[in-house]
């Protein structure tokens, strides 16, 4: 996988745009990171998420969310 170090040293143009390109579709195919968008008001969609309560206010504690 290429590194952000790598695309830091690279000038920009459309080989680094490739090499941003390379990151995105690893991170997007591997979901290492759970993204969340807060577009107005968060929500749980999936049945497979477990413990998510819509909050009273813009609190919102994610602790007891699980993904089965």
């Not at 680094?16 to 990171?33: C, G, P, S, W, Y």
Request: hydrophobic residues 45%.
């Amino acid at each position: 996988m290429r590194s952000f170090a790598e695309v830091r040293k690279t000038p920009a143009g459309s080989t680094q745009d490739e090499l941003l390109a390379q990151i995105d579709t690893k991170l997007v195919d591997q979901a290492v990171f759970l993204w969340i968008a807060h577009d107005v008001w968060p929500t749980a969609l999936s049945p497979r998420v477990k413990g998510f309560v819509h909050p009273q206010s813009w609190y919102v504690d994610f602790s007891p969310v699980s993904v089965e």
